[in-house]
């Protein structure tokens, strides 16, 4: 099996050339390990340290963020033939030699996705802060890990970590297309694609005088990875997502309702609860029009998902040769 470990890094020259060097060189199960690095924009020597330690690159200057970035990773890692794909932060919060952990349940076949797990102790299995992460970091994690669970039906306690392996049908099924991060987006598309997912505990550094440079500030990092998980939930489950939201109004508007024609029945008068008539009335409308649109989004859905399918093969048929049939073509 051919794995290939990438790191999208910025302005990362005081700890790039240690992460490069230290990526095994020999893992069980794997024949060919590869190192690439995507250099987003630095205006340090990050990528001449990169290549002096062995590593490919792949740099144009520009800054195009960590969502454009993992979709550059993913065509590289499919275009060269990789069986498996990690990729790792650049700035040594994780250790390389942990690389193993996550690729073994790919290459023993029992997982298609493997996620680090930052929160779960491996010794306890309980969860925990890990030491020096910033707490609003923390909390806002937690927050994110129980909505994704929530929304695809499984359990996750880390969905935002940047430490992740995927073997070649995940890389094919991953079409997303966030512009910030895609870390939420990519946990949601495999779990309903059904696709294998595993969590792995490992640790990770957090060094007090560092900024993140993704999260810059917490609210706003809150607020984007809201947007991103309400979007991918109303791409790939538009019925329930219009329900809920057509049944906070009408639950409401019933209620009014029951008020105002209560009292009607009760005194023979509307005063003073006329205003109730005419907010049930809006509320039940409201409420009705997100369902009409919620059927409307299924009908759409299904579309998307035959999309999702077609995508997915001319995926296949472009980088595995016209030959595909629905499985890898054999190399002769």
Known sequence: MKLIVISICKDESGTIGELVDRIPKRI???SEIEKWVIDDGSTDNTAEIATRYGAKLVRDGDQKRLA???REAVEIA???GADIMVNIDGDMQFDPKDIPKLTKPIVDSKADFVAADRFTNAS???IRRPKNMPLGKYIGNRIGSKVVSKLSKRKFRDVTCGFRAYNRNALFALNTD???TYTQESFQVLAIKKLRIMSVPVEVRYFSERKSRV???IFHFIAISAISILRSYRDFAPLRFFGWLGLIPFVFGVISLAVFLG????????????FLGFVGVYLLTMGIIFW?????????????????????RLKRIDIEGSQYTGQKKEKK
């Open 68 to 70: 454009f970035r993992f």
């Open 124 to 126: 306890t299995g309980k």
């Open 78 to 80: 499919l275009t060269r």
């Open 178 to 180: 966030g512009t910030y």
């Open 215 to 217: 999260v810059s500030n």
């Open 28 to 30: 069980n199960g794997i």
């Open 292 to 312: 009409g649109l919620g059927l409307v989004a299924d009908m759409l859905s299904r579309m998307l998902n035959n999309q999702e399918k077609i995508l997915e």
């Open 263 to 274: 009292h009607w029945f009760l005194t023979g008068s509307f005063s003073p609860y006329k």
